[in-house]
């Protein structure tokens, strides 16, 4: 799968920007748990719900249309993502865009994720009823 051109690219922060409020995003990153059926695959592949599994990684934009996507892998999504080529190019500096994703990333450089703990609606009600 070939990576964007800077036009395109420019297209999907455009949309980000536009439609969500969300300035130079350029995608969007999970990874999904795919249930499989290997044969003598011992533990590898078993993850913490017990089922057998290989990860899905991949990067879409606002579309949600496809812009990487890396299936084959096993482990946690953090541990998968690091090893992707997308990975490397983000850190060599080759793609230079900030990514968001979810809490199962380390926060990096490059890669955006949400706060935790408490949404904030929740501790101004909390502090409203005070």
Same mark, same amino acid.
């Given at each position: 799968?070939?990576? *964007?051109?800077? =036009?395109?690219?420019? =297209? #999907?922060?455009?949309?980000?920007?536009?439609?969500?409020?969300? *300035? !130079?995003?350029?995608?969007?990153?999970?990874?999904?748990?795919?249930?499989?059926?290997?044969?003598?695959?011992?533990?590898? &592949?078993? !993850?913490?719900?017990?089922? &057998?599994?290989?990860?899905?990684?991949?990067?879409?934009?606002?579309?949600? !249309?496809?812009?990487? #996507?890396?299936v084959g892998s096993y482990g946690?999504?953090?541990?998968?993502?690091?090893?992707?080529?997308?990975?490397?190019?983000?850190?060599? !500096?080759?793609?230079?865009? *900030?990514? *968001?994703?979810?809490?199962?990333f380390a926060l990096h450089t490059?890669?955006? +994720?949400?706060?935790?703990?408490?949404?904030?609606?929740?501790? +101004?009600?909390?502090?409203?009823?005070?």
């Amino acid at each position: 799968m070939r990576m *964007p051109t800077k =036009e395109e690219w420019f =297209e #999907i922060s455009q949309r980000f920007e536009i439609n969500a409020n969300f *300035p !130079n995003c350029l995608g969007a990153v999970d990874g999904k748990h795919i249930r499989i059926k290997p044969q003598q695959s011992g533990s590898m &592949f078993l !993850n913490y719900k017990y089922f &057998f599994f290989i990860v899905l990684m991949a990067v879409v934009d606002f579309d949600y !249309n496809f812009v990487f #996507i890396d299936v084959g892998s096993y482990g946690k999504d953090c541990a998968v993502f690091k090893k992707t080529q997308f990975w490397k190019s983000l850190i060599d !500096n080759t793609l230079n865009i *900030p990514t *968001p994703c979810d809490e199962a990333f380390a926060l990096h450089t490059n890669l955006l +994720r949400p706060y935790g703990g408490l949404r904030l609606w929740r501790r +101004r009600v909390a502090w409203c009823a005070s």
